[in-house]
């Protein structure tokens, strides 16, 4: 049986993991990549470590992978590789967003301060590219430059259009590409790689499942923003709050009245002076009266039918259930 190594693309025989194996292993790496003797990056690297959530990314790039009979060690190092990336950028962003808490938890930024964060922030970025260097496909470097190019530039496009409520869903899907599907997209490149030994790695079936699936991920937190905040683990119209025209408030903004509209920039100025939304019954009425969650929710319906789709197409039977079982965990309306 043929194993891929660090520099090959052949096919692997190794065993299957669970998905919380997949997880303390993605762990381990993390934590092999980013050690050091300075405090505040030892401090920072288990941060980064405790506070990884579901670590969908590295689930997802495992799992297709091994859907695809790809060896299981390149798949964890690379999927810990897009978590650092990852990790990275949140850090950037919660100082950015001066937020001090993400899904009910401190940010890196309010536990050891901005000039710090940002710097360790990018101390994470070069760990990772560091060692990146060290898996001998120059393949590899291309997919994750790319990423971090598209993430840096979608956070200047979300900065650009802060509190701009005529943001349309052009941009908005610009920024979702780029900060949320950017990352996906990338898994389903790096397995093309290592199942195609190269090509169009972006024209493959694994990229167009990873950014539909990256879409859909932040299309259904955009979703449960409005309609559900308590599986979000936050408080409700967050979005609104801070000055981002998602889907839910785009569709809203074409379908209401002249003084509906009035009154909903009335309440986006409060908002950007103050941080708050005041009238989130009234926003959430106009929603119900519009049907804006009927809408978001038939989207949705239809973008999980078709992940669900490219899902059941994966080779390889037991990681393709695996995979499809967690896409179904977090399915925003399936349910509904």
Not at 75 to 101: C, K, M, T
Not at 158 to 174: E, N, S, V
Request: hydrophobic content about 40%.
């Amino acid at each position: 049986m043929l194993f891929v190594g660090r520099n090959g693309t052949g096919r692997s025989g190794d065993k299957l993991l669970t998905p919380p194996r997949v997880i303390q292993e993605t762990n381990k790496t993390i934590a092999t990549i980013l050690r050091g003797d300075v405090k505040i990056l030892k401090k920072l690297a288990a941060y980064v470590v405790s506070s990884g959530g579901k670590r969908i990314r590295p689930l997802f790039i495992y799992y297709l992978g091994k859907a695809n009979n790809l060896e299981g060690k390149e798949l964890i190092r690379l999927g810990a590789l897009l978590e650092i990336v990852h990790a990275a950028s949140l850090l950037h962003d919660d100082v950015i967003d001066r937020a001090d808490e993400r899904r009910g938890q401190p940010t890196g930024a309010k536990l050891f301060g901005n000039k710090q964060v940002v710097l360790g922030g990018d101390h994470l970025l070069s760990s990772g590219l560091q060692y990146l260097n060290t898996l001998g496909n120059p393949h590899y470097m291309a997919v994750f430059t790319d990423a971090i190019k598209a993430l840096s530039e979608a956070e200047l496009v979300q900065m650009q259009h802060h509190f701009d409520l005529k943001t349309d869903l052009k941009t908005h899907g610009r920024i979702v590409d780029g900060k949320t599907a950017v990352l996906f997209r990338a898994a389903g490149a790096l397995v093309a790689i290592l199942h195609q030994n190269g090509g169009d790695f972006y024209r493959s079936a694994t990229a167009a499942l990873g950014e539909s699936f990256g879409r859909y991920f932040q299309h259904r937190d955009d979703y449960l923003d409005y309609f559900d905040a308590q599986r979000l683990r936050k408080k409700g119209l967050q979005d609104f709050a801070n000055g981002i025209v998602t889907r839910p408030l785009a569709f809203l903004l074409k379908a209401v009245s002249r003084p509906e509209y009035a009154g909903l920039k009335a309440e986006w100025s409060h908002a950007q002076k103050s941080g708050q939304v005041r009238a989130e019954g009234e926003i959430l009425r106009l929603m119900q009266k519009y049907r804006i969650e009927e809408k978001c929710r038939e989207l949705l319906r239809s973008d999980e039918n078709r992940i669900l789709a490219g899902l059941a197409a994966l080779p390889e039977k037991e990681p393709r259930e695996i995979i499809s079982r967690e896409f179904q965990k977090i399915l925003a309306v399936r349910a509904a």
